[in-house]
């Protein structure tokens, strides 16, 4: 199960871009507590790492769409994270 963060709802299956199972254990995503560590800061520079990675690498490890996927995703993130900055502003 995981939660669709562009649409808000929950759906019942597995998602290997969004959500992956392996990265939920102990109440929260990997992603959550990453933030939690890095700061505002630090956690833009880490969704844009992850842009650029998923970016460079679609070509090479014979999943394109999925690491295209998984960049937009990251993507996605980056903008909702950019986007709460400039309502507090």
Known sequence: MYS???CGKRMN?????????????GGLET???IKSLTGDV???GYLEGNIE???????????PMEDLKKAENYLHR???EVGE???QK
């Open 42 to 44: 630090g956690f833009i």
């Open 53 to 63: 990675k998923y970016i460079d690498r679609y070509k090479y490890k014979g999943k």
């Open 13 to 25: 299956k597995t998602d290997n871009i969004n959500s992956p199972n392996h990265y939920i254990h």
């Open 85 to 87: 900055k400039e309502i």
């Open 4 to 6: 669709d963060r562009r």
């Open 31 to 33: 992603i959550d507590k």
């Open 78 to 80: 980056l903008m909702a």
